[in-house]
Antibody, heavy 121, light 110 residues
Framework: QVQLVESGGGEVQPGRSLRLSCAAS????????MHWVRQAPGKGLEWVAV????????YYADSVKGRFTISRDNSKNTLYLQMNSLRADDTSVYYC??????????????WGQGTTVTVSS | QSVLTQPPSVSAAPGQKVTISCSGS????????VSWYQQLPGTAPKLLIY???KRPSGIPDRFSGSKSDTSATLGITGLQTGDEADYYC???????????FGTGTKVTVL
């Protein structure tokens, strides 16, 4: 079945780095744009980044621009989020989501279960 | 600060109807597809409505979406206790080149 499984979360000190992965299965990964979305404890959804189906275009929320990098490996059906210079306000559950289209503007129809990132000293 | 504004909460008795508004601008809702997501407590979001008014397979027709200019609306009829959740609108913002979510609305079944 169509599935997204995130991994790589954990507790990290401020200023350190972490890389999240999202393994896709059950569909042709290279046909879809992919997003990262996060949710801080008790807060709403916050979009983080999107990468086009072929990896040629990427867009980021201002809150992570210059610190986070989204990427994908279509040969491995995997989406990544490299997070550098982490701050306490990056503490969230991070979800990957499949866009209904190729360029990230059609809404997310498949979501992973989420992976928790805690930034604390 | 989200660019899409939703009411913090709505409530109604079982079997009744609720509507949730999502107010945006020319750069987001007006000109781009709106989606609606349901997030049950402790779970990942789930797509309820896409392309303004379409339902994915498996979503009951109790859920409906509409859009007019810079606003969108989610309607839920025949309210059930299982509908208690947070609901978010979402769309692309062409000026920001960002995907944006609404502030979220908590639905309570009285």
């Amino acid at each position: 079945q169509v599935q997204l499984v995130e991994s790589g979360g954990g507790e990290v000190q401020p200023g350190r780095s972490l890389r999240l992965s999202c393994a896709a299965s059950g569909f042709t990964f290279s046909n879809y744009a992919m997003h990262w979305v996060r949710q801080a404890p008790g807060k709403g959804l916050e979009w983080v980044a999107v990468v086009w189906y072929d990896g040629t275009d990427k867009y980021y929320a201002d809150s992570v621009k210059g610190r986070f990098t989204i990427s994908r490996d279509n040969s491995k059906n995997t989406l990544y989020l490299q997070m550098n210079s982490l701050r306490a306000d990056d503490t969230s559950v991070y979800y990957c989501g499949r866009d209904r289209g190729v360029t990230g503007d059609h809404g997310m129809d498949v979501w992973g279960q989420g992976t928790t990132v805690t930034v604390s000293s | 600060q989200s660019v899409l504004t939703q009411p913090p909460s709505v409530s109604a008795a079982p079997g009744q109807k609720v509507t949730i508004s999502c107010s945006g601008s020319n750069s987001n809702i007006d000109g781009n597809y709106v989606s609606w997501y349901q997030q049950l407590p402790g779970t990942a979001p789930k797509l309820l409505i896409y392309e303004n008014d379409k339902r994915p397979s498996g979503i009951p027709d109790r859920f409906s979406g509409s859009k007019s200019d810079t606003s969108a609306t989610l309607g839920i009829t025949g309210l059930q206790t299982g509908d208690e959740a947070d609901y978010y609108c979402g769309t692309w913002d062409s000026s920001l080149s960002d995907y944006v979510f609404g502030t979220g609305t908590k639905v309570t079944v009285l």
